[in-house]
Structures are given as structure tokens and as C-alpha cells.
């Protein structure tokens, strides 16, 4: 995730969803209702929990000229059977569908309030643009929880009219305990954004064009993010993570003239308080 201009939430958004991860997967002990097992717990489906915390995020944004940025971000969180919500988003879950001793799938409908998009003085590829704004994104998703590996599917849609654009994600997560306090996460994700999203946020209109940045007209294109996720649990309520991942851009955003890299990448490492 570029975390300000490709899918996924932007910094807030996002240290909310990774930590939230750890504040699901701390909260529960190992075995049956905790993160090697089935069923609910604090915090999962038909659970309660608050978490409080704080993250630092370092990121590395596609545009030319932009350097590394460092933020420290505020959290909040709760979930209970029937909601979720984390920062400037909010699920509704609907009723998961039991499949087996170890299997389910969870669904939820979404709405986000994102931090992306960029104004003309953020770089000086960017001097002369329109600005981009974020928008309010709303959809579904999927999760599948099972004993091989965790697939989650998610569908999200510009509300907000800026970009009117879709977005729709395809993710792999494996959950691995190194014994009670360390769990290690690897996961693997295809971003698919449409021809308005990739247009809107990289593409250069006709009356944005100079000699040094040519008129250019973005397309549908996939980004693939790789990652690993890396828990320790202090004790029963406060946890740690750290989170590494890389992006690959999509062809039709690595040609974009506004666009000076091939991937981009994130590192997390954030502290929850789990009530």
C-alpha cells in the first residue's frame, strides 16, 4: 500500500487495521476461541473488547521527488458481536456462515473515511495539479477463516463522488505461535483498482500537462503487497507489532509521469492496551 495513494486506508486508517490484528489476536488465548482455534473471543466475533494504543509508521510514497515520512499515530478501537470500529471507520457484521470445527466465514459491510489523494505543494512533480482528495469508501468483505490459511475478499467504492472509483482486494494470511507470546503473520494481497481510481490519483488532465509532465490517461491495473506481521504479547493486555510490507505497482501506475518508483513499502510498529 502506498499508504496515502493506493488501496488500503491511508496512515490513520491503516494503524488501526494492523493493530487492530494484534488486539483481536492478543486478546485471545491459544486454542478453541483464541487465534489457534475456533470459535469466539474477546474481541472476535461474539466478543467485546476496547483497545487503546499508539503507532509509528514509516512510509515510502510513489511520487517523484517525495522523500521517506515518519508519523505517530493515536488509537482507538472496539468491537462487540454486532460492530466494529476502528479510527474513522465502521463495520457491520453480519452473521458469520460455520462451515466446519475450524472453518468460517465472517462478512460485514464497510465505510471508511480515508486520508489519500495529495495537494500541488506535497512534491514538485505535484506543482500546477488539482488537488486529489480521499473520500468517504463503503462496501463488503469476506473472511475466511480456516485451519490452511486465512483468505479474506473485500469490495470498496468511492461514496464521496471525488474519484468515483472501485477498489477490490484478494488477501492470504497464515497465523503461526512461536509459544504464547509470539505469533508471526505472513501475508500476501492483489489490490485491483479501476480505470477512474488509477486515473484520478495518477493520471495528468490535459490542462495539468507542462514540457517536464506529459498528459497521461491512467488505466485498471493490480498492485500485489507482500508482508510480514510479527506479534508479542507483554501479558494479557498489552501487546506489541511489528509490520513490514512491500507493494509492487501496477504497470499502469508505474507509467504514470507523476510516479518515480516500481514499489513502495511501510514499516509499523505499534503498542495496544487491550481492556
Known sequence: MSFLHSPGPGLFALAIALCGAAFNATAQPPGPGGPDGPGPGKGGPGGNGWGLGIAAINSQKPYKGIDRETKALPMIRFENEYVKVGGL???LKIPSLELGASDRINFAIVGKKEFGGYEADDAPI????AERKSGFWAGAKAEWENALVDVSAQWLA?????SN???FSLGLEKKWRAGRQVMVMPHLTAHWLDRQYVDYYYG???DEATAGRAAYAGAAGVNVELGLRTLYLLDRNNSLMLDVAVTSLSKRIKDSPLVG???????LLGYMYSF
Not at 126 to 129: E, I, V, Y
Not at 158 to 162: A, N
Open 165 to 167: 472509483g472501485q477498489r
Open 89 to 91: 471507520g465502521l463495520e
Open 158 to 162: 468511492d461514496t464521496s463522488g471525488d
Open 126 to 129: 505535484l506543482a500546477g495539479m
Open 204 to 206: 495528468v488532465r490535459a
Open 261 to 267: 518508483r516500481s514499489s513502495t513499502n511501510r514499516v
